[in-house]
């Protein structure tokens, strides 16, 4: 088994269609915001992980020090004191099925988890009998018992979802998971797992970023609900047409910003409308790995085209909002998305206007691969990619 990088393979730098246009961008950007210094920052080293994927915030009670739970390709689930850079491993996590790709995935807690203690989780599973060989995502629940102990375990795991039909290969699993605002929805996104074709067909959820209740029923006001007597498949799609959707997130206003990466160039940041189809692979801004175009996004209208495109690639890995709530370490990162790169080595910021024309902001070189951003009450965490990745806190100069 190996760890494969992301399928973006470019070294990044920012464009939008080519060099001109986005120095064009680049010198309007500076215009608008002259008056506004670029934040910098320091970085402080909490702790080192092999192969991390994902990290989540724990509630925070009084006024003790966060901690966050932070995920490990290989299958490790870990609580980390941010004070101590002390790591617990918490037992009872799933077998899961580590190469490529695909191994432990996201994790974030219930909303009720003050009361709850439920987490849900993404993993890669390996197939059984006839599907022997082949791989697909899963998502679960469980209960986190022993949370102030020395060995806090997962309880009462639940099965919520998972990736139909298991096929050969280990990669785009995408398996990002989001709560919408209100707390009512979950959101994952299931990646075409290569085989882009998926990505187009209904009777598969391959492709897709993907609706449900807590529970993982369907809600009946899904845009393909009308499916649900016969294609209970179609029926949990929120939208379609998706390559390897890595990031997700809501901003201050609800909406939901998707980012996925693009083939050889084309990077996407996406606001998602239910029920629409975002076209891949029938269009995308970047070129199939053998050379041969795609036709653009604007040839064809009735796909929902990137609100920014990246080519060369940044390879984005997660997204974050940035909000003050307890602290405010960057002000003017305010409600802006932070955006987590691989080849492009950075951390990316991202302004939205009040008309949803997004804009890169400001890039930041982090010298390594940074695979996931977290903002929390206004402070900002960074995981770094790899066998020694580091969870850096931003701290404001």
Not at 196 to 219: E, H
Request: charge should be neutral.
């Amino acid at each position: 088994m190996f760890s494969a990088p992301a399928c973006s393979n470019q070294s990044a730098i920012n464009t939008n269609e080519d060099l001109a246009e986005y120095k064009e961008a680049k010198t309007s950007a500076i215009d608008i915001q002259a008056s506004i210094a670029k934040p910098t920052f320091t970085t402080k080293t909490i702790a080192t992980f092999n192969e991390p994927w994902a990290m989540t915030a724990l509630p925070q009670k009084n006024n003790e020090s966060l901690k966050l739970l932070v995920t490990q390709k290989s299958g490790e689930l870990l609580i980390v004191n941010t004070a101590t850079g002390i790591k617990t491993a918490v037992t009872g996590v799933p077998e899961i099925a580590y190469g490529g790709q695909g191994g432990l995935g996201d994790i974030i807690v219930a909303p009720d988890f003050a009361n709850s203690n439920i987490i849900y989780m993404s993993y890669v599973e390996a197939g059984k009998g006839t599907d022997s060989k082949k791989f697909g995502a899963k998502v679960i629940k469980a209960k986190l018992s022993g949370l102030d102990s020395q060995s806090p375990s997962l309880q009462r795991i639940i099965p919520v979802w998972q990736q139909t039909p298991k096929v050969k290969g280990q990669g785009h699993y995408s398996h990002r998971l989001l709560f919408s605002p209100d707390g009512r929805y979950l959101y994952i996104s299931s990646g075409e797992r290569q085989q882009k074709t998926p990505a187009q067909d209904m009777s598969v959820n391959l492709g897709k970023i993907v609706r449900l209740n807590l529970d993982g029923s369907i809600p009946r006001d899904n845009p393909f609900a009308d499916n649900l007597n016969t294609n209970t498949i179609a029926a949990q799609f929120w939208s379609i047409g998706h390559r390897n959707v890595l990031g997700m997130a809501f901003d201050n206003k609800g909406q939901l910003w998707a980012h996925e990466m693009g083939p050889r160039g084309g990077d996407e940041l996406n606001l998602i409308k239910k029920g629409k189809n975002y076209g891949w692979p029938l269009v995308s801004n970047g070129r199939n790995y053998s050379g041969i175009d795609i036709p653009d996004h604007e040839t064809r209208p009735e796909f929902e085209a990137p609100k920014i495109t990246w080519t060369p690639v940044i390879s984005p890995s997660s997204i974050s909002i940035y909000t003050a709530d307890r602290h405010n370490d960057f002000p003017a990162w305010q409600n802006n998305a932070l955006i987590s790169g691989l080849s492009s080595k950075a951390l990316i910021v991202v302004d939205f206007d009040d008309n949803n024309v997004a804009s890169e902001r400001y890039r930041y070189d982090m010298g390594e691969r940074i695979r996931s951003v977290l903002s929390m009450d206004g402070e900002v965490w960074l995981l770094e990619d790899g066998s020694e990745g580091r969870l850096l806190q931003l701290l404001p100069k």
